[in-house]
Structures are given as C-alpha cells and as structure tokens.
C-alpha cells in the first residue's frame, strides 16, 4: 500500500463523519450565508474547533469575493488550498547526527511512536539508538526493548528509578563514539507531577546541548488523535518546558477526529510532522499537507 493510499485510509472515519456535511453543504446554489454556516458547521463537527473554523471560512469568503467565484464547485477548490496553506509548513531538513527528544502524557502512543520513528530512520539507511529516558513507568523500558528488536536497532537502558538525564549522557555519548546517525529519547509522561517532569525535561535538554550541542535536535510531543480538541492543552504544556519542533500524531485511524491537525496548525502554530495509521511498525507516516486534505475532503 503506498503512502498516500496508507494515509487515505487513516482518515476514514474522519472522511466518513465530514463527508456527508461537506457534501449538504456544497449543495447549495450560491454562497450565501446558509452556505458559509453549514461549511463552518462541517468543519467544526470534524473537530477541527471554533477558532481553526472560523479563521478557514472568513479567508474562505476572503478569496472568494477576490477570484469572484459564484460556484460552490469553484469554492471547494478554494477550501482545499487554504487548508493545505494553514497545515503546509515549511519544516526543515534534518541534518546528521540527529537526536529527537519525544514528549507526551502516558497512554498516547509515546513508546510505540519511538519504536517506528526507529524503523522509519533504519530503513532509510540510518544508524539508530533508543535512549530509554522514562525510568519511572513499570515496564517502560522493556516495552521499548522490544520495539528496538523489532527494529533492528540499539537501546541504552538504565534501572527503574534511575536518573533519565544520565541515560541520555550515556546514549549520546554512545552515538558520538560509534558515530550514530540518529538518537530517539523516550521521556516519562507523568502530568500528575507536572513539576518535576518539566524540570526533568529541561534537564534532559541541558545534557543534550552540553554534550551533543553539534548535533541537529528536535522535540517533539506525540498525541493521541482520539482526544480530539483536548489534544491542544497537552501541547501547551509541554511547550512551556521545552520548545516543541512538531507533533507526532497517533492513531489518527481510530477516530472521526482528524481535524485537530488544523486545530494545532491554528491555534498552536506547531507543525504535524508524522502520523500514525496503523498498529504495523511501518505505520507511522512523514506528514503530508495535500494527501490530508485529499484524504478528508
């Protein structure tokens, strides 16, 4: 199944619970306002918020007034390149060695996320080691463990309870004696100690920029799609610890709620940069603006 196939059916139940709206709604005659109202309906229903809704169909109105469409065919048109325009962003290239910080709650996806990135990076013919930072989860490690088996890559491990920093000076250190390409940091996700896990997070970075500070890193924060809009508060935090660079957004197949990709777009600024579609190890997918689109509407 090729990518854009993988990511058309990921967005199925998001499609299925839009379509019928998007479709009532551009069934109408002329673009007046029972049309711009059903549209911004449609789009809020896909969880896409008030705010990202508003802002789509006021620049909808915009562009339509200034190309003098008349058609709502004509208008959809419209609507798909602003879309594409809020959620395209211009991420840059990663450069080697490469180290990626993954943040994010308990239960979001947050190990499994690392264990295909780690795929993702080996197939492409990179070198990769896992640095199990999340000492605190019962477990934690040794589910990683085995997402690095399958992987085919190496993880650098420490005993429950241990300081997650000295795992990351362990891991980097690794990578720079046997020039690794990319190191993916596994942190903990418990907000019930908001504090503390912030400071934490700070001091993972610390580490990475005192002894790796050559290297090319990226935070990113993994959501669960399925928490629909209750995703951009997870964001907010996390953002206050350390500069997040993109968002990894799991099971995007398992919801009717894809649409918050344009409510972090909107209201976070914050680039989607991989998207989970499946339980398979290659199911985590580079993010791209057009294919979602095509893929929702």
Known sequence: MGLFSKIAEGLKKTKEAI?????????????DDDFYNGLEEALIFSDMGAVAANEIVGELKTEVFKSKVTEPAAARALLKKII???????????????LIMIAGVNG????????????????????????????????????????????????????????PAAVVFDAVSSAKAKKTDVVLVDTAGRLQNKKNLMEELKKINR????EYGDCDTRNYIVLDATTGQNALSQVGIFDEAVDIDGIILTKLDG???????????????????????????????????????????
């Open 84 to 98: 594409i325009k809020k959620i395209d962003y211009d991420v840059p290239p990663y450069s080697y060695p490469l």
């Open 19 to 31: 379509s019928k709206k998007i479709f009532e709604a551009f069934k109408a005659t002329e673009l």
């Open 255 to 297: 919801t009717a709620k894809g649409g918050i990709v344009l409510s972090i777009a909107c209201e976070k600024e914050i680039p989607v940069v991989y998207v989970g579609v499946g339980e398979k190890i290659t199911d985590l997918l580079p993010f791209d603006a057009e294919d979602f689109v095509d893929g929702i509407l």
């Open 207 to 210: 580490v990475v920029g005192r």
């Open 108 to 163: 979001v996806g947050k190990t499994t996320a690392v264990g295909k990135l780690a795929k993702f990076f080996k197939d492409q013919g990179k070198s990769v080691v896992i640095a199990a930072a999340d000492t605190y989860r019962a477990a934690a490690s040794e589910q990683l463990e085995i997402w690095a088996e399958r992987a085919g890559v190496k993880i650098i491990m420490h005993g429950e309870g241990a300081d």
